[in-house]
C-alpha cells in the first residue's frame, strides 16, 4: 500500500509579517527574541490574540508561538503592535529568514555555556544586516546548543553550533565535518555557511532548499563555496535529548520550571494568567524549546512549589509523567483545510487510552504531518474523514491500517499499547 498524499506545500512559512490562510482565519507567528519573552510582551501577545484573532496560541516545535483565526486587517494591526515591542525585525525578509532556534536555558543555567545567547544575537543581526540572506528558504534555520542540564539535542535545523572544548563546532545538517573555532568566530562563521548555501541554490535552481541536500550532492563542493576547511569530524547530538518537565534546581537558589501545553496548543487566557503568574513570582524570562515547551526561567528557587500549583488550573502540563506529553497532534479539521479530521480535539480521547510506558504517537490530520517531522511509534493520520494507522513512521509513510473511525483508532492504540494499569 503507499503512503497517504500530503498536500501540496503551500511555499510559503507565515511570521508576524506573512500571515498565511488557514481554515479559520490568518494564522501567523511570534518569532520570541533571544533571551525570552517578558511577562510584558506574553501580556501584550495574549491581548492581541483575543481581540484580534481566536484566542488559540499555538507552540511551534521551532520555539515559536502560532496565533489563529486573525482577519487581514487585525493580522496587520496586531504586527504594528508586536513591531513596538521589539518581536519583530521590520524589514519583512529579515523576519523570514529570522530562524534560530536558542537552547531554552541557555544564559539561566550556570551549567550552560555562556557565549550561546551573544553567538545567537550576532547570527540575528547578521540576518537582518546582510541582505543576501535575506534569500534564504524561509524554512531555513539556525540551532545554537548550550550543553548543560538541557540540551538541543538533535533539533532538525540546518546549520547547528554547539560548544566544545575551547571553543565552539559551527556544522550543519548532512555535513559529515564541522569546523572549531572560538567563541567570538561561531556567528561569522555559520553566517558564511549560509551565504554559501545561498551562492550555490543561486548557481544551480531546483528545489533542494535545505542544507542536509547540498551536503548530500558535494559536501566537499559546499565547503569549498563557504571558502573553510571543516577541521573535525561532526558530533552528531542524542536523538534522545528530552525535555525535563517540572521543577530544575539550579542549586545556587535560582531555579526554572518546564511547563507543556497539551498537545501544543493553549489559550490567550492561560497565556495572560502565566504574564501576570511571571510578575508575580518575579520571573523574568519565558523561552520556547523544541519541544515546544514553556521554560519559566530565572526564578526563586523557593518558588518552584508555588508555580505548580498556580500553573495547574491554566491546563498546562508540569508533570513529566502526563500522558499527554507522549502525543503530538496538529489542530487538524477544520481549523487547518488540509485536515480531514479533528486531530488536536480526538488527541484528548487517545491519549487518555494510553497505557503507561514510552509509545509515542502523533495524530496527524493529513499526511503532511505538521506536528511531527520525526517517526512515531504509532501515528494516526486522517484520510477522508477516517484514521490510517502508521507503524513505526511518518504521517505520510504506508499505512498498516486505514478507514478507522474515533472509536477503532482509540481501540488500536489501546490495544498496541498495551493495557491501561
Ligand atoms: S498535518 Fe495537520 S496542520 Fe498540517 S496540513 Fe495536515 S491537517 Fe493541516
Redesign the pocket.
Known sequence: MGGLT??APRGACPDLLSPMASGDGFLLRVKPPVGGLSATQIAAIAAGARKGGNGIVEITGRGNLQLRGFSEATAAAFAEAMLKLDLAVPEAPAERVRNILVAPLAGDDPAAAPEAEAIARAIEAGLRGRRTLWSLPAKFGFAIDAGGRLPLGDAMVDIRLMPAVDGWLVGGSGLSRAVHVAARDAAATALRLAEACVRLWEMRADDANRLRHLAARDEAGFWRAAGIGPTVPAVTPGATTACRFGPTSYDNGVGTYALAAPFGATSADALEAMAAMMLDFGIPSLTIGPWRSLHLRGMPEHALSAVAMAAKPLGLIGDPEDPRLRVAA????PA?????VP?RRDAGAIAASLAPGGTRIHI????????SARPADLTLV?HEGRYALVRAGR?GDPPAETGLDLDAAIRRVAALTGPRA
Open positions: 500530503a498536500p496538529c489542530a487538524g479539521a487547518c483545510t488540509a485536515g480531514s486531530a496527524a490530520g493529513c499526511a503532511k504531518g505538521c506536528a486522517g504521517a
